[in-house]
């Protein structure tokens, strides 16, 4: 009998990975950009909402002004 008929057939060999692309200077520094000022603008919205406690039309409702009595009505 032939040896070759129950061998496994041979894979040929891979092809070499592609090289990778060099990175864009330019691009980069925009990407980063791009980060600071979403960073900047986030930081600024976040201290701005704890102290707005009214919309800037004012209040729009009456003041309560009546004396609690003694039994808390």
Same mark, same amino acid.
């Given at each position: $009998?032939?040896?070759?008929?129950?061998? #496994?057939? =041979?894979? &040929? %060999?891979?092809? /070499? /990975? @592609?090289?990778? &692309?060099? /990175?864009?200077?330019d $691009? *980069?520094?925009?990407? #980063? #950009?791009?980060? *600071?000022? +979403?960073?900047?603008? %986030? %930081? @600024?919205? #976040? =201290?701005?909402?704890? +102290?707005r406690?009214?919309?800037?039309?004012?209040? +729009? =409702? !009456? @003041?309560?002004?009546? !004396? @609690?009595?003694?039994?808390?009505?």
């Amino acid at each position: $009998m032939c040896s070759s008929m129950f061998k #496994a057939p =041979s894979m &040929p %060999a891979p092809p /070499p /990975p @592609a090289p990778l &692309p060099e /990175p864009l200077k330019d $691009m *980069d520094q925009r990407v #980063a #950009a791009g980060r *600071d000022s +979403t960073r900047r603008k %986030a %930081a @600024a919205l #976040a =201290s701005l909402s704890s +102290t707005r406690l009214t919309s800037p039309l004012g209040l +729009t =409702s !009456q @003041a309560s002004t009546t !004396q @609690a009595s003694l039994l808390g009505q």
